[in-house]
Each structure stands twice: as structure tokens, then as C-alpha cells.
């Protein structure tokens, strides 16, 4: 098994390969994929419907020399195996392992870093931009997805590529098409390139009309010269809009993108033209697994999972943040009508899939078009709608912008469900919402809570729809929802927080995934005599809630502050400086994320690298602790 595949252990080492056995090479490829990711987890619908085209890419071109950008990242499995990167599979997505995205500091081939999608044009123009200006002589290459097509900054760079077109920017964008994003796509692109797929291959109509008229004696070449320079030309007759052609990039398509010798043809022809030209391929997500070409939505993302059935092999046995979230907005709308929700090409992920069943008018998929979203969101809630839009919180930092300018800067009513904040574990440092806190406290008029546990989100949720107004934000982790401490249940008051247990010297405020960690701190605390700590559930991130502070001055000393965000801007500086101002003999001790990315791996491993576990937090409290009473001899 794997004999072709064995031999390639370095780049380039694929050109060694007999063409007559690249099909042979791509099912093994398929069937290594499968191997591993059934044991890892990871994406891989998505890398079984790209093997032909990366096969071709790496066939044609010459690494690292000529350069490639993925988008999304996530379907740069079978690039890593063909540049040598095969038997770290075993480590896919673990701690000090293989990441699951192209890195740069793991091999001179990944020449950029994509976890989030629509960015490969605008990278590659860069990449192309710099090697016009260094005189090189190198392939630029960027593939895209039709889902990632759907992106606002993919317009904006083939803009910018239609700008510098006259330069002859020579650049290959390859369009893999298989009709998904995570979800199936919507809107006008999808439309649009849905009529493409059900037309005849435009680039072959071409180069027939042409070869036609240059083979009539005497008129011919004169009549195919008049027509390739009108405005009014056949490819206007044949093909609506002309997207691409009418931005100055040429149209090769359609393409099968799993016929190896048809993508081969086109790349070669690519690299011979002169200027920016779009390989359409056509490929089938989950390509060669049966159970992933049925549903590829489960396995876009998935755990490990029996590759023979297609079952993943860890059963959900609680409720998720997610699901919680799903089951209280389908119950909340059911009595408000207002209430209206909107994702960004993931109704799947947010749990939005139950609110599109029960009020398929009131549900709106806006594609990857976090910016839209937001600034969407913003107009219904104009009129008098309650919009929620629930997304993750690393795709929200791309709507920023609209946030503050479109939301807060009016006040408006719009509440943001950010899903997958804090450390999100196998996908790495691209995909942790870590800053979620920091960028939304620093916007006036902002409210942003946290849960504690499952139950206290649908209260939150409840809060925000019915009893807040203006922006508010609601965030909470990956995974299964806590049900600790269900039974401190104190009505939400805006900017207030739950003190649990009442204490003194020591007070531990935790903030929502970090509360249920900071509850077994403080018995951790009293149980070594250490002091008699106050647990707070802080509840209300922004506003803060100052009369707390001001109360908790009176009978401690040490504040500490627990949060899975960056310190940077986070809850522990907003404490720290508050307290600096009006209680400065407090002194405060915020435990928070560093400032640096933190890798791939477990969620338990991230939290223990950077010691927000128990035994983490637990140290650094002793140690503050221990030095305070020092200096007080």
C-alpha cells in the first residue's frame, strides 16, 4: 500500500512519477487522507476534493521556487504530503505536531499562512507584485474555493489584479468548484457560477470560433482579429456577465478538476500566458470516500471516526454552548416575531439550522461576509428588528469596523452570539477566540457578558432579546457546556456580577469558561488555609462592575482576575486600572493569555501551557500571595 506515495519524500519528488500512474497516485493519496484523519480528526472532505488539482500544481510547477496560497488553509493536506511532510501525519493537529493550515515556519513551501478564507488572491498578488519588482522568474499560483469567492476582500483584490492587469501581472488563480463552502453556498456568485457549470466549456468554444475563422482563406485571421478586440464579441453571447473577462482575467473553464491530464493541460497553458488568468475546475467535495461525497458538511471538520462506517467514534453525550443556544432562540422567537437571525455561511456551526426550520423567513445566510453580517444586522435592527447573529469569534475580528461604526457608533440593537470563544484546541492559533473581549470593550456602548454554565447562556440570551438595549455580545466556548454550579442562579442585572461564595483577603473573579476552573481554585485555596477567598462570577465583562470592586476593597488584598483572552485589553487590565485609580494599595494579579499566538493541540494542553488550569492559577496565586505578606514584614 502506498508505493507511489512513498517515493515522494522531498518537493518535486512527484515529477519522478510516470504520468500513466497519477491516477493510481491520487486514490493512494485518498486513501492515506482517510488512514489518517479517521485516527487524527480533521478536514477532510475538503483535501479529497483537492488531490487531483494539488497533484497537478505540484506536477507543473517547481517548489519552492514557484509558489502557491490555499484558500481555506484547511485543504493543504495533500501540498504537505507532497512536499515531504507525510510521515508526520501521525502527529496531524497535535501539540508540537503537523498543523492542519499552512505555516510558514514549517516548510520553505508554505510560503503563506490561510485559516481564514477569501485571502489567496490578495496574497498571490502580492507574491507577484515582489517578484516583478525583484525581476524573478517564478509561477504564482492561488487557489480559491467557490464558497471563499463569495468574499467581499476576494472582489477587492481582483479589483486591484483588474488595476494592474496592464502591467501583465502573470498570475494563475485556480477556482476549485465543488458548490460548498462548510454549508451549501448561497447568493449571487453561486448563481452565477451555477450557470457557468451548466454551459458548455467557454475556453473550447473559444478556441473553436477561432480556429475556424483562421482556417478561411483570404478574411479569416482579419475576421477573428475584428472580433477578439470587440466589446460586442461571442464570449458576450455565450457567457453572461463575463465576470472574470471583463475584469481583464482570462477565462479557462470548465475544467474537470479530477481528469490529472485536463488540469496538467490547463496549469502549463497558464503558465505560457501573459497576464492574470482563472482556471475553472469542477470537483466533488469528499472525492473517493463514499460516507463524506453523502455528507460533506460532516466531514468538513470532524473528529476520529471509524472509517468504515463513517461514525465518529466519540458519541456527543451532553449538550453543547451551541446547542443551548440553537433551543433557546427557536424558543425566544416563537414569542417575540422581531427576533431575526442571520450567519455567515455556517448555519450548521452556530446551530442556526433549528431557527431556519421554524422561521425560514426570519433566517439569513449571507455567505462568507462577516462585514455584511454585521453592517445587515445593523439595518434590521434600524427598523425595529432584534437581530442576532451568531458566529465565531476569530471570523467576527473581520468585522470590526462595521462593530463600532455601524452598531455602537448608533447604538442600535444588535446581539452578537460569538460561538468558539477561547481556546478552540486541534485547529490552532487561527481559528482561538482570544480576543474577543479585548476589541469589544474598547467600543462605548457595548454590553458583553459571559456564561457560566449552559443554563446561565439561555438566560443571557433571554437577557439580551427582551431586558437590554443598544449592542450587547454574548460568548462562550466550543464544546459541552458546563452544568456546574446550576443551582447559583441570581437574576442577570446589567453590569452586575454573581458572588458565589463570599470570603475575604483572596477574591478570584472568573470570567464564563474560566469560572468553573476558578470554582475549584478557591476550595483549593481554603482547603491549604491559604486565605478565605472570595469566588465571583463576574458575569458582565463591560460594564464593569465597580461597586463590587469597591466593596471587595474593604477586607482583601489581592484581586485576581482569571479570563481565556488575551491579557492585553482583556477584563484583568480594565480591573487593574480601575483599581490603580481609586484603590491603589489592592493589589491585582490578571491571569490571561499571553501575548503570543498559542499553537494547536488540546484545549486541556493550551490552558496547561500557559498555566490557566487549576494547578496553573493555583501557583501564581500562592506565589502573589506569598510575596504580598512578605512585604508586609
Known sequence: MGRLLNKIKEPNDIKRISPKLYPILAQEIRDFLIDHVSQTGGHLASNLGAVEITMALHI????????????????????????????????????????????????????????????????????????DLEQKEETIAAVIGDGALSGGMAYEALNNLSILR??????????????????????????YLNDLRSR???????????????????????????????????KQLFIPGMLFENMGITYYGLVNGHDIYELIHAINRAKQ??????????????????????NPEKFHGIGPFDKETGEVLAKKTKKTYTDIFAESLVELARENKKIVAITAAMPSGTGLKAFKKHYPKRFFDVGIAEEHAVTFAAGLAAQGMRPV????????????????HDVCMQDLHVIFAIDRAGFVGADGETHHGCFDLSYLSMIPNM???????????????????????????????????????????????????????????????????????????????????????TFVNVRFVKPLDTEL??????????????????????????????????HPEIRVLPLAIPDHFIEHGTVDRQRMKIGLNVQGILDAVEQSWENLVNNRK
Open 200 to 234: 458548455r466549456s467557454y475556453s473550447e468554444f473559444k478556441e473553436n470560433v477561432e480556429n475556424a475563422l483562421n482556417n478561411i482563406p483570404g478574411v479569416g485571421k482579419s475576421v477573428a482579429r475584428t472580433l477578439k478586440k470587440s466589446k460586442d464579441s461571442i
Open 166 to 191: 496592464r502591467e501583465k501581472k502573470n498570475m494563475i488563480i485556480i477556482l476549485n468548484d465543488n458548490k460548498m463552502s462548510i454549508s451549501e453556498n448561497v447568493g449571487g456568485m453561486s448563481r
Open 273 to 294: 500566458h501573459e497576464g492574470p488568468i482563472l482556471i475553472h475546475a469542477i470537483t466533488r467535495k469528499g472525492m473517493g470516500y463514499k460516507y463524506a461525497e453523502k
Open 60 to 131: 507543473c510547477l517547481h517548489f519552492p521556487e514557484d509558489k502557491v496560497v490555499y484558500d481555506v488553509g484547511h485543504q493543504s493536506y495533500v501540498h504537505k504530503l507532497l512536499t515531504g511532510r507525510k510521515d508526520e501525519f501521525t502527529s496531524l493537529r497535535q501539540k508540537d505536531g503537523l498543523c492542519g493550515f499552512p505555516k510558514r515556519c514549517e516548510s520553505d513551501c508554505d510560503v503563506f499562512g490561510t485559516g481564514h478564507s477569501s485571502t489567496s488572491i490578495s496574497a498571490a498578488l502580492g507574491l507577484a507584485v515582489a517578484r
Open 549 to 582: 470592586l469597591d466593596r471587595l476593597s474593604q477586607n482583601h488584598s489581592l484581586l485576581v482576575t482569571v479570563e481565556e483572552n488575551v491579557k492585553s485589553g482583556g477584563f484583568g487590565e480594565h480591573v487593574s486600572a480601575y483599581m490603580e485609580a481609586c
Open 389 to 404: 447573529f451568531a458566529v465565531y469569534s476569530s471570523f467576527l475580528q473581520r468585522g470590526i469596523d462595521q462593530i463600532l
Open 447 to 533: 454590553t458583553v457578558m459571559a456564561p457560566k454554565n449552559g443554563k446561565e447562556l439561555e438566560e443571557m440570551l433571554k437577557f439580551a432579546v427582551e431586558e437590554l438595549d443598544g449592542p450587547c455580545a454574548i460568548r462562550y466556548p466550543k464544546g459541552s457546556a458546563c452544568t456546574d454550579m446550576e443551582e447559583c442562579h441570581e437574576p442577570l442585572k446589567k453590569g452586575r456580577s454573581e458572588v458565589i461564595t463570599p470570603g475575604s483577603e483572596i477574591a478570584v473573579l472568573g470570567v464564563g469558561s474560566m469560572v468553573s476552573v476558578c470554582q475549584k481554585v478557591c476550595e483549593e485555596i481554603r482547603d491549604h488555609k491559604i486565605a478565605g477567598a
